[in-house]
């Protein structure tokens, strides 16, 4: 959007903008949730809780980045809770108002609504790839998975995971030296190949 677009915008969905401090929560779990949040500076983090107060990391957001979107379109309590990791400036829109076309049915109003539809189907397909790989009982079956959607994605002999070994452990909810021995393992037999976060699959003909 043009930047008149965005200033237009603003009044139209009443966009209210509001600061965190660092380490402050701007969303808890099981929190009503009625407005889409929006990034707009630094960095925050989305996570789980279970009962004793541990946190899992579900995703890291950085500028641009949307949060609570599916809870503010469903109407169910957030499931989640996003913590600012830096001092962060969050823009909420109304949910409601987001996606009902004003009186005035402005353009640019009609794109938030498209470029939304976009970002939630985006991330329900990477949501779609993550239970695949998930729900393999191993960690090799799980890489394979991994690597093969990855392999797809880039349509590319030799692609980018974009993931440190942690993080990719942590993705995949195993062990980090467990799957540092699966990759190693597959290395040998001559399946693939990789060097830090490049990968390469030697049997792309059986995928």
């Known amino acids: 959007m ?3 677009e965005k200033e237009s915008m603003y009044h139209c969905l009443d966009i209210r903008m509001k600061e965190y ?8 779990i099981g929190e009503k949730v009625l407005d889409i949040g929006v990034l707009v500076s630094g960095q ?3 996570v789980s809780e279970n009962i004793e107060g541990q ?5 890291f957001i950085s500028p641009g980045d949307l949060f609570a979107e599916v809870y503010a379109l ?3 309590p957030s499931g989640v809770a996003v913590y600012a990791q830096t001092k962060v400036e969050v823009a909420f829109i109304d949910a ?3 996606t009902t076309v004003c009186q005035s049915a402005c353009p640019h109003h009609k794109q938030l609504i498209w470029n939304l539809m976009q970002i939630v189907s985006t991330k329900n397909v990477a949501l779609n790839d993550k239970i695949q790989c998930l729900g393999q009982r191993g960690i090799r079956e799980k890489v394979s998975v991994f ?3 990855k392999h797809n994605q880039y349509r590319n002999d030799m692609f980018d995971i974009h993931m440190n070994r942690q993080e990719m452990a942590d993705y ?8 540092s021995a699966v990759l190693s393992k597959m290395k040998e037999e001559g399946i693939i190949d990789y060097h830090k976060s490049t990968f390469s699959l030697k049997i792309k003909d059986r995928l």
């Open 2 to 4: 043009a930047a008149e």
């Open 21 to 28: 401090t660092k380490d402050s929560p701007i969303l808890l």
């Open 44 to 46: 925050a983090v989305v």
């Open 55 to 59: 946190r899992n990391v579900i995703a």
């Open 74 to 76: 469903s109407g169910k």
């Open 96 to 98: 409601r108002k987001a």
């Open 147 to 149: 690597l093969a959607l």
């Open 172 to 179: 995949l909810c195993v062990d980090r030296s467990a799957l």
